[in-house]
Nanobody
Framework: QVQLVESGGGLVQPGGSLRLSCAAS????????MSWYRQAPGKERELVAT????????NYADSVKGRFTISRDNVKNTVYLQMNSLKAEDMAVYYC???????????WGQGTQVTVSS
């Protein structure tokens, strides 16, 4: 059974940090490009960061460059999103996405809420 399970969300003050994790099961992420998306209330889902496979090339939305870092551990079958210097506008539900390198069905996690508030 294919699953992506996000964790690590929560409440953080502006300027704080959170580390999101996305644990995959039922497939191996080594042949997938892994991404984090987010969706704030009333807004469309947007791409936050992507890490390719192989190579581990990363790309970020302009709004998070220099503050967020995406990484992957193919042994643990897990992807991470380190979020620093969080702002109120980062508040959203964050989703993990797996897109196969050679095309095919994409997988999504259920999402984890990130709330940035003082």
């Amino acid at each position: 059974q294919v699953q992506l399970v996000e964790s690590g969300g929560g409440l953080v003050q502006p300027g704080g940090s959170l580390r999101l994790s996305c644990a995959a099961s039922g497939f191996t992420i080594s042949t997938f490009a892994m991404s984090w998306y987010r969706q704030a209330p009333g807004k469309e889902r947007e791409l936050v960061a992507t890490i390719t496979s192989p190579g581990g090339i990363t790309n970020y939305a302009d709004s998070v460059k220099g503050r967020f870092t995406i990484s992957r551990d193919n042994v643990k079958n897990t992807v991470y999103l380190q979020m620093n210097s969080l702002k109120a506008e980062d508040m959203a539900v964050y989703y993990c996405n797996a897109a196969p390198v050679f095309g095919g069905l994409e997988f999504w996690g259920q999402g984890t809420q990130v709330t940035v508030s003082s």
